[in-house]
């Protein structure tokens, strides 16, 4: 027995469930399906997005890490070498570019951080050019070592338009070989068991 004649032996109201079951499915299938199916793609395209924008932070991220490194060796081979005596360096500098240092005065050294020391070296130029000025302050900044104009003081001398009198501390930063000596000794075993207290 074939179906429609399963379904002509049905009771009127049996007939009319079925029909009604049946347009619900047909209703699933043509509306909740598609919604379902469009729903689960916006979804897994909104995972993939969210993939797609941590892959790209991962690869920010990396560019900054190269960059930090980068900077960071930069900085430490800066460091390696401690700039030489602050008044004959900055008097050969000074002779370079055509400025005259009558008065130099070093200064104490003092610790800056817990492996740096700083010295500093206050230097005054009498009637200096704007232009030789620049330019000594631009080779003092690129020697290539660990140096800092710390302080200037700049002052305009009435004689002439292009005359100035100025002031400035030039500072080098050193790395303290005491205490890094001291800090690499008490991290050996050996400075270990030394300073273990010993029971006689």
Known sequence: MNLQARFEQ????????????????AVMFVLILPTYAAMSVSEQRTEN?????IIREIKDERVTLSRRKAETKRVGAR????????????????????????ETQDK??????????????KIRLRG???LNLSNFLEK???S????????????????????YDVEMDVSAFDRDETKKKTKTDAESPDAAEEEAPTND
């Open 10 to 25: 049905l009771e009127e109201r049996e007939k009319r469930l079925l029909l009604i079951f049946c347009g619900v499915v």
């Open 49 to 53: 997005d969210r993939i797609l924008e």
């Open 79 to 102: 460091y390696a070498k401690n700039a030489p005596p602050l008044a004959s360096f900055l008097a050969q500098i000074a002779d370079q570019v055509g400025v005259d240092i009558p």
């Open 108 to 121: 104490s050294t003092v610790p800056a951080g817990k492996t740096i020391k700083e010295r500093a070296t």
């Open 128 to 130: 200096v050019g704007l």
């Open 140 to 142: 003092v900044e690129n």
């Open 144 to 163: 290539g070592y660990p140096l800092s104009i710390s302080h200037i003081n700049i002052k305009k001398r009435s004689a002439k338009p292009d005359e």
